[in-house]
């Protein structure tokens, strides 16, 4: 069986190790070893459902998607341009892609895999921490307090990607797609999921990409 993949960062197997990012493979490697499926992956760094979609179109254009496509997209989609929310704490910003607009895109990838005749997979996102993610984005001198002043609390910075997460759920369920559910393997309580987040706050590290596997991934592809 061979999987296609569309997503970022996350399932590019990023993680943030020593102020560096590198790709961490062991789980592709074993998922492959243990499953005997074939990974065909285009998964990259600051991709968004729009840029997805167009890697998947250019795909199409040239090859066939495996017999299921999975799909990941969101944490990039719901950030904002923090340099320009420092700047102007009183003003209106939009994230890289708007809600209504995300719901659309997404629905469309979902349909498109279909049509070339390939299962999609829709994964939510696994959470995030908003006080690392916020010193992440300030490491370079932004002032966390006037980003602060514009969220309202700390805590926004988690609800509001945990409502791309439940978009991609609703989506997926409108169309009857099937759902790898990367959120719900974590702990409930934020500081037990630090353990599994890099210090970037929005990348699980080893240890997260280890739980997403042995708790998401390999069991929803043992049904196949």
């Known amino acids: ?113 279909e049509e070339a005749g390939s299962l999609p997979v829709a994964a939510t996102l696994p959470p995030i921490s908003s006080k690392r993610y916020l010193a992440h984005v300030c490491r370079e001198g932004l002032d966390s307090g006037t980003i602060l002043h514009w969220l309202g609390d700390l805590e926004a910075i988690h609800r509001w990607q945990e409502g791309y997460s439940a978009m991609v759920r609703r989506v997926a369920q409108s169309l009857g797609c099937r759902i790898l559910d990367l959120r719900s393997v974590f702990p409930d309580s934020i500081e037990e999921q630090e353990k599994y987040l890099c210090p970037d706050g929005i990348h699980p590290n080893r240890l997260g990409q280890r739980l997403m596997y042995e708790k998401a991934v390999r069991p929803l592809l043992a049904q196949h």
Request: hydrophobic fraction near 35%; charged fraction near 25%; include cysteine.
């Open 1 to 113: 069986m061979l999987l296609s993949i569309f997503g970022d960062s996350i399932m590019a197997g990023v993680v943030q190790e020593n102020g560096r990012y590198s790709r961490c493979k062991d789980q592709f490697v074993r998922l492959e070893e243990e499953t005997g499926i074939k990974l065909d992956n285009h998964s990259s760094f600051g991709s968004t459902v729009i840029k997805g979609f167009g890697r998947l179109e250019k795909f199409l254009g040239q090859g066939r998607l495996g017999d299921y496509t999975l799909i990941e997209f969101g944490g990039n989609d719901c950030a904002y341009d923090w340099a320009e929310v420092a700047a102007d704490p009183e003003g209106e910003h939009l994230c890289v892609v708007p809600p209504e607009e995300f719901e659309q895109e997404y629905a469309k990838m979902i349909k498109t895999v």
